[in-house]
């Protein structure tokens, strides 16, 4: 499909939602209740109707982020559930890996670099085993796509996924609710608050709990269930001071303890030639998500810790706002990399052929993120408007590798060590102006200085020579830095009541990074800073006297030297790379409708088309027994261009949509709600192979309850159908894959007050 088709395609919607607009007022003279509330953002760092903001933004709330974040599940269950966005993991449920509009990164790296921004309470989160944390007590998630960073936090070319929770003041959100389900999994939550928005002084507690047993068996490993299980707890304590009316100071303390098994890597789980998953006993078995074979040790634990402390003050013409937060982490992880039993150098092996055992185990022992930022803004609502900014950000990040000469191996053959000190700082502004006409136009710019310094060394290797690995390794020190401006240019204009028309031009940018992952290599790699400028428009409308609601947005992006990373592959090295331009197109559209008494109906769609464009871009294929489908470089057997492939778990369409009835039944009511999120094929790396891709996926949920206005019990299923899918894989070893979660049945109880 090309830009023009999308553009057509684009015209064409626009013209059908223009022509229901204009037939609103007919429906809504059949329409016998309320509509849509409108949805306020926060994406311009003041509340706004979603319609004004010249931003494309979805939002995520009420029965559908209840759904998808409840049963057990984590941050991954939001991947698809608004268009454009998708959200893996090789770590399961510590290490998330963000993705907007096909931009991201599949580096496993625990320093990897990703430009996907997730901001928790105004903090920026920058490694991945922070941006895990429990989605538990949120009032919203919003979802901004396209380069972010002149309003507000950090810098980054592909979007934000952001999560408000509830204030200690607010009035009517206190609630326990409880659930069980199959495998023993238990979600119970509560957030409980004691003021309003009069009181000087307010507090708010929230929990969550998650269990699951262990589901999985491993046929090779004594016991019945071995793998699989986790306890996750997560808590907040938020406590608030309004000793004036100008003058509100918050904060927040908060804890994570995790501890479970690694993600399961599944040893051959495709057949040479083909994507589809197979049986532990050969390309014609069954594959059996709830039955492996591995013969390593598989643990997994994290803790988090982290504070926060916002002060806002109304000094009448402007609003000063401080955010100050440390978080602090740490992480064991341990699994069984083959994913198989044995060796072909080992009297047994399986399932399929292992050419080695691999096993490794990836710590942080100690990171620590420190941000600040001040802003200031305007509070006029007309006229000239303006928002002035500065942010600082610093990490210091300790890695620990090690590898193991067996599977039960506790004392390593060899260790690697990373340190890594990152600081960033960025000045940041915003000026708006509001014709009487209701034309907006807005412009705003940021000053990015990076700095990132990484040493790294080997000091033990007593793995035998003939691996090729070399003995220890010195210590490594690389330094990378950049000074860049980013900018923005946006216009929101009335076309009626019902319409707004926006348009969005805006420069993108990620700091350079260092990689130094030694237990394997012998040397550091870097890759340079990236820019991307980014083009959208659209229109965003509300129709049916206020029951309808449909928007939608068509993009073009081109990035220059994208940072992209080669993992794993024949050299089982990961490796940084710039591929001189990306370049993507697309469209995401939005409808969300209540056209009867009782029933809400939303549906999200997206398509993203980007390629590479760097004819001297190569890459290592999998060592595994796949089948590459791009070229080979002349006289470099196993070395494959790269050139014009979509990048790896970037779907061409995702779709969304729900469905939720209620009829009112004694002195509550019965209702049903349905969410369902498809996507379409992805590729597991930068090679495009037979093999590492799945074609599409489908999950879905329902659940059926009554409710009042205080208490709820329902029963529920999620992933209805049991799909079974795989998510990701690993190409140094065997045709190893990752695959999507369970179906889980179960019930809920829950009381509001």
Request: charged share 20%; aromatic share 10%.
């Amino acid at each position: 499909m090309t830009f023009n088709a999308i553009l057509r395609q684009s015209s064409a919607m626009s013209a059908l939602v223009l022509s229901i607009a204009a037939a609103a007022p007919a429906l809504a003279q059949s329409a016998d209740e309320e509509g849509l509330q409108e949805i306020i953002v926060t994406a311009q760092r003041v509340s706004e109707n979603q319609k004004d903001v010249p931003v494309s933004v979805a939002t995520l709330s009420g029965d559908a982020l209840a759904a998808a974040t409840g049963a057990g599940a984590d941050i991954r269950a939001l991947a698809g559930r608004v268009p454009s966005l998708n959200i893996e993991s090789s770590f399961g449920r510590t290490f998330p890996r963000f993705y907007i509009r096909g931009l991201g990164n599949t580096d496993f790296d625990l320093n990897a670099s990703q430009p996907v921004s997730l901001v928790y309470d105004d903090v920026v989160l920058e490694n991945p085993i922070l941006k895990g944390f429990p989605v538990f007590d949120v009032k919203q998630v919003e979802v901004l796509r396209g380069p972010q960073g002149t309003l507000f936090g950090r810098n980054t070319p592909a979007g934000i996924v952001k999560f408000d929770t509830v204030r200690p003041d607010a009035v009517g959100r206190n609630y326990v609710k409880a659930s069980y389900g199959s495998f023993n999994t238990i979600n119970a939550e509560a957030g409980i608050g004691s003021g309003d928005a009069s009181d000087v002084i307010s507090a708010r507690v929230s929990a969550i709990y998650q269990h699951r047993d262990n589901w999985v068996d491993n046929i090779d490993q004594p016991g019945d269930k071995n793998l699989e299980g986790f306890d996750d707890f997560a808590a907040r304590f938020q406590i608030q001071a309004k000793p004036s009316d100008a003058l509100t100071l918050r904060a927040v303390l908060q804890a994570r303890l995790f501890e479970g098994t690694a993600r399961l890597f599944r040893a051959n789980a495709f057949a040479t030639g083909s994507n589809k998953l197979i049986g532990l006993t050969g390309p014609t078995s069954t594959f059996d998500r709830s039955k492996t074979r591995a013969d390593g040790l598989n643990f997994q634990n994290l803790e988090n810790i982290n504070g926060a402390f916002t002060a806002e003050y109304d000094a009448g013409p402007v609003t000063i706002t401080s955010v100050s937060s440390l978080w602090n982490g740490n992480l064991q992880s341990r699994g069984d990399i083959d994913g198989g039993f044995g060796n072909q150098f080992a009297p047994t092996m399986g399932p399929g052929i292992i050419p080695f055992s691999a096993q490794s185990r990836d710590d942080v022992p100690s990171l620590d993120q420190f941000t600040q930022e001040l802003r200031i803004a305007s509070n006029n609502d007309g006229g000239l408007g303006y928002q002035l900014g500065v942010f600082y950000f610093n990490e210091k990040l300790d890695i620990a590798s090690y590898d193991y000469g067996s599977p039960t191996d506790v004392t390593p053959a060899a260790a690697a060590f990373q340190r890594q000190d990152s600081d960033a700082l960025g000045v940041f502004g915003s000026l708006n102006y509001k014709f009487d006409s209701g034309l907006k136009l807005q412009a705003g710019a940021r000053y990015n200085h990076d700095k990132r310094t990484l040493t790294a060394s080997r000091p033990l290797d007593v793995r035998p020579g003939f691996l090729g690995f070399g003995g220890p390794v010195a210590p490594q020190t690389a330094s990378v830095g950049d000074d860049v401006l980013t900018w923005d240019l946006a216009a929101t204009m009335p076309l009626n009541e019902q319409v707004n028309l926006f348009a969005r031009v805006a420069k993108g940018y990620r700091a350079p990074s260092i990689q130094g992952r030694l237990v394997f290599g012998r040397t550091l790699s870097v890759a340079d800073s990236e820019t991307t400028m980014s083009y959208e428009g659209g229109l965003k409308s509300s129709f049916a006297g206020g029951k309808a609601r449909f928007n939608l947005t068509g993009f073009y992006f081109t990035t220059d030297n994208m940072q992209l990373t080669a993992v794993g592959g024949a050299s089982n090295f990961t490796t940084l790379l710039n591929a001189k331009k990306v370049d993507g197109y697309g469209f995401e559209a939005e409808l969300e409708a209540r056209p009867l008494r009782g029933l809400t109906l939303t549906a999200g769609v997206s398509y993203n088309h980007n390629e590479i464009k760097d004819p001297g871009l190569y890459v290592a294929g999998c060592a595994a027994a796949c089948t590459v489908l791009d070229p080979v470089r002349v006289g470099s057997p196993g070395v494959f261009s790269i050139n014009g492939n979509q990048l790896p778990q970037s779907p061409r369409w995702t779709a969304n949509w729900t469905a939720g009835y209620a009829a009112p039944v004694g002195n509550g009511e019965v209702y049903v709600f349905t969410d369902w999120a498809y996507r379409s094929k992805i590729q597991f790396f930068l090679y495009e192979s037979v093999e590492f891709s799945d074609d599409n996926m489908l999950e879905g949920g329902v659940r059926l309850g009554y409710r009042t206005g205080r208490y709820d019990i329902a029963g529920f299923a999620r992933n209805v159908t049991n799909d079974v899918s795989a998510v990701s894989g690993i190409d140094f070893n065997n045709l190893t894959a990752m695959v999507n979660e369970p179906r889980v049945f179960g019930v809920e109880v829950g009381v509001k007050f």
